[in-house]
């Protein structure tokens, strides 16, 4: 199992940005296909972005499209989610997730066998 740890949350006004970092200890997890999702209290967990760095490839949800960019650094096995003008509704809680089979399949959490504890997002008006 690889520890997969989350930070960067925080309280930012709209229209402001945070950086999300998600790092792993351990062993490397830069051949794994990586995504962030977030969960509001009561509801499913959303897919918000995922990469495939080793293609060159993103992949983001149409509510955030424009507005974050998830990369990754292979050397220091992490991920992060850069969010650009932030609004209330990108309020939850963020977790970083880890495909170990890379599978094209990306906006599912089914498709993730590892997952963070969890990073608070809250944005205010």
């Known amino acids: 199992q690889v520890p997969l740890v989350e930070s960067g949350g925080g309280l930012v006004q709209a229209g402001g940005s945070l950086r999300l970092s998600c790092a792993a200890s351990g062993r490397t997890f830069s051949s794994y296909g990586m995504g962030w999702f977030r969960q509001a209290p009561g509801k499913e967990r959303e897919f918000v972005a995922a990469i495939r760095w080793s293609v060159g490839s993103t992949y983001y949800a149409d509510s955030v499209k424009g507005r974050f960019t998830i990369s990754g650094d292979g050397p220091r096995n992490a991920v992060y989610l850069q969010m650009n003008l932030l609004k209330p509704g990108d309020t939850d809680v963020y977790y970083c997730?880890?495909?170990?089979?890379?599978?094209?399949?990306?906006?599912?959490?089914?498709?993730?066998?590892?997952w963070g504890q969890g990073t608070q997002v809250t944005v205010v008006s």
């Open positions: 997730a880890a495909d170990v089979r890379a599978s094209s399949i990306v906006g599912f959490p089914a498709e993730y066998e590892l």
